[in-house]
Nanobody
Framework: QVQLVESGGGLVQAGGSLRLSCAAS????????MGWYRQAPGKQRELVAT???????NYADSVKGRFTISRDNAKVTVYLQMNSLKPEDTAVYYC??????????????WGQGTQVTVSS
């Protein structure tokens, strides 16, 4: 089995910062990429940021310059530093991992989600 455990969500005022963490564990052979997605009430889940094993990053236009994704390959953990938060960043944030399990099966895995609420 594979588990992704997120932490770091919460309530913050507009302009504030939060740091999300996501640790992967289980029968993992290798991880190709990890990322963060979010889903606001009544909206579809959308990409926030991704990072490959080599460190290449991709960001949604709405968060460029404010959010930074990073990873610690040794700890199998991905982070999302969120600065200058806006009320429209309010959503449930989900961690995602594109990985290969021991035994060779490649699949996408999701965390349980962590709530981020930004008050105006």
């Amino acid at each position: 089995q594979v588990q992704l455990v997120e932490s770091g969500g919460g309530l913050v005022q507009a302009g504030g910062s939060l740091r999300l963490s996501c640790a992967a564990s289980g029968s993992i052979f290798s991880i190709n990429a990890m990322g963060w997605y979010r889903q606001a009430p009544g909206k579809q889940r959308e990409l926030v940021a991704t990072i490959t094993v080599r460190g290449s990053t991709n960001y949604a236009d709405s968060v460029k310059g404010r959010f930074t994704i990073s990873r610690d390959n040794a700890k199998v953990t991905v982070y999302l530093q969120m600065n200058s938060l806006k009320p429209e960043d309010t959503a449930v944030y989900y961690c995602n991992a594109d990985l290969i399990r021991i035994g060779g099966l490649r699949n996408d895995y999701w965390g349980q989600g962590t709530q981020v609420t930004v008050s105006s």
